[in-house]
Nanobody, 124 residues
Framework: QVQLVESGGGLVQAGGSLKLSCTGSGDTFADYAMAWFRQAPGKEREFAAAITWSGGSTSYADSVKGRFTISRVNSKNTMYLQMNSLRPEDTAVYYC?????????????????WGQGTQVTVSS
């Protein structure tokens, strides 16, 4: 099993940037493909970005493509989400997730382990 902790959330103005981190512990970090999901107030949790175990392949939701970049450094047991050109509609709790597999997936149900979430608020 792997335990996940997110950090880096906060309040930012529209057009600004934030970088989220997700640090894993407990098991070999490189054994897991990982992803970021987000949940806006009053909405269901949705997929944002995913990455394979090696970082060699990534996937993005259309709503964040070209603005967000997912990456990972396995030697640091850490995954990142660089968020640029932020919009008010990006306001959400952001969750990192890991799955028992090395390839990325877009469905929540494919992920076995979740962090507690970090709040991102974008003001207009």
């Amino acid at each position: 099993q792997v335990q996940l902790v997110e950090s880096g959330g906060g309040l930012v103005q529209a057009g600004g940037s934030l970088k989220l981190s997700c640090t894993g512990s407990g098991d070999t970090f490189a054994d897991y493909a990982m992803a970021w999901f987000r949940q806006a107030p009053g909405k269901e949790r949705e997929f944002a970005a995913a990455i394979t175990w090696s970082g060699g392949s990534t996937s993005y939701a259309d709503s964040v493509k070209g603005r967000f970049t997912i990456s990972r450094v396995n030697s640091k047991n850490t995954m990142y989400l660089q968020m640029n050109s932020l919009r008010p509609e990006d306001t959400a709790v952001y969750y990192c997730a890991a799955r028992d597999g090395i390839t990325w997936r877009r469905l929540e149900s494919d992920y076995n382990y979740w962090g507690q979430g970090t709040q991102v608020t974008v003001s207009s």
